[in-house]
């Protein structure tokens, strides 16, 4: 028997209370009980947000969120500044060519960080510029943005801020309002701990000024406004996800009772180990600024990544991800985010050390394993 793990970043491990709530009797959404907890959700939801202001649930995945932010503040022919650090950026750019308007691609090598200088130029010679997308954690190659220094350029500026936050919300530092961040999107298989079908987005009063001043909205279900006037009664336009709602408010609570600054310190320490862990087994890590939910690295050369993905599943049970489209069998991504901590770590380092051994790997056993633990045990001290 093997022990199924699942280690990819979305979707990732739900917690037992929540799904718990899961396995509960459909209930009906229009009633004043869900009301209640759609409230309590979307108080939480800004707690994780970091943000005052509302945040919007929808029924769909991550992309819907994506799509929502681009047809509610976006017509065709605006320009749209698109900064592209991997497969998740790039999709910033084919929603916006979708919905016609003009993306303007700042793209940098895989494994790289836009820069703050590159936005610089990019708002200069394009002023007329009417938004700014954004990637926080690049979860095709595990490279970090720095959202904070985004925000701080556009602070007087007319371009709104939009940034998919979906891998790092609930991971990494993400201060929704104090980093000037106008629209985020996030979905519920990540960070937030629960299965695929929700998707939230927060808006800010420059985002809801261009929003009420688009009078050539192209999306029906992805109206914002129809939200915002739902949820002053607690509602919502249409049938939610209210069994996932339900179970998300328990996700919450485990947020809640960590402390937001204690998760993102929680994911920083597993992120930081599992880097030790596979750069002592000789594997390149692709990020150079890395994030702190998954940890992307090159396979070696000669071996075959997707036979480790094949031989660490069937072998050990240990699911993790590999690269998508050109990185296809060159990486790995192996995930900690969410309801995971750092044992989880030393699992994913120990079943990817034993499967390269299996496969003639050069390395000496042990050593990635040893190299996480320590990296896990610097922050311990000795108690009496
Ligand atoms: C997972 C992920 C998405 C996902 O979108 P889905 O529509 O939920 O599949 C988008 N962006 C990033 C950065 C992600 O990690």
């Known amino acids: 028997m093997l022990k199924q793990r699942l280690m990819t970043p ?76 991997g497969r998740w950026g790039e999709r910033w750019r084919n929603i916006s060519k979708a919905f016609g308007l003009i993306p303007i691609e700042i793209t940098v090598p895989y494994g790289k960080s836009v820069s703050p200088a590159q936005l610089e130029a990019a708002l200069k010679e394009h002023p007329d510029a009417k938004i700014v997308c954004c990637t926080l954690s690049e979860t095709a190659t595990g490279a970090r943005n720095d959202i904070k220094a985004f925000g701080a350029i556009l602070k007087d500026k007319p371009q709104i801020l939009i940034v998919d936050a979906i891998s790092g919300l609930g991971v990494m530092e993400c201060r929704t309002d104090d980093w000037g961040v106008d629209m985020c999107v996030t979905g519920s298989q990540k960070a937030l701990m629960l299965p695929a079908g ?126 998508q489209d050109t990185l296809k069998g060159k990486i790995i991504r192996v995930a900690h985010m969410g309801y995971m901590d750092m044992f989880d770590v030393l699992t994913a380092v120990s079943a990817i050390e034993m499967v390269l051994v299996e496969m003639g790997h050069k390395l000496e056993p042990g050593a990635g394993i040893a190299a996480a633990q320590k990296s896990l045990t610097s922050g311990i001290k000795a108690k009496a």
């Open 10 to 85: 979305g979707p990732t491990p739900v917690p037992e209370e929540t799904l718990l709530e899961l396995a509960k009797p459909v209930t009906f959404h229009r009633s004043g009980q869900f009301r209640a907890i759609l409230a309590e959700v979307l108080e939480d939801l800004k707690y994780v947000y970091c943000t005052k202001n509302l945040v919007l649930p929808l029924t769909c995945s991550g992309t819907g969120a994506m799509e929502a932010a681009i047809t509610s503040t976006g017509v065709p022919g605006d320009k749209a500044i698109c900064l592209i650090s």
């Open 198 to 323: 929700l998707a939230f987005i927060s808006v800010s009063d420059k985002a809801w000024k261009l929003i009420d001043a688009n009078t050539q909205q192209k999306s029906f279900y992805f109206d914002l406004k129809k939200y915002r006037d739902n949820l002053k009664n607690n509602d919502t336009p249409f049938t939610p996800a209210n069994t996932l709602i339900k179970a998300l408010k328990h996700s919450l609570k485990m947020l809640r009772a960590e402390g937001i600054e204690n998760t993102w310190a929680r994911h920083a320490r597993m992120g930081k180990a599992c880097r030790a862990g596979l750069s002592a087994m000789n594997l390149k890590l692709l990020a150079e600024d890395p994030v702190d939910g998954l940890t992307v690295a090159w396979v070696p050369e000669g071996v075959d990544g997707t036979e480790i993905l094949t031989r660490l599943e069937k072998g050990y049970g240990v699911k993790v991800a590999g690269g």
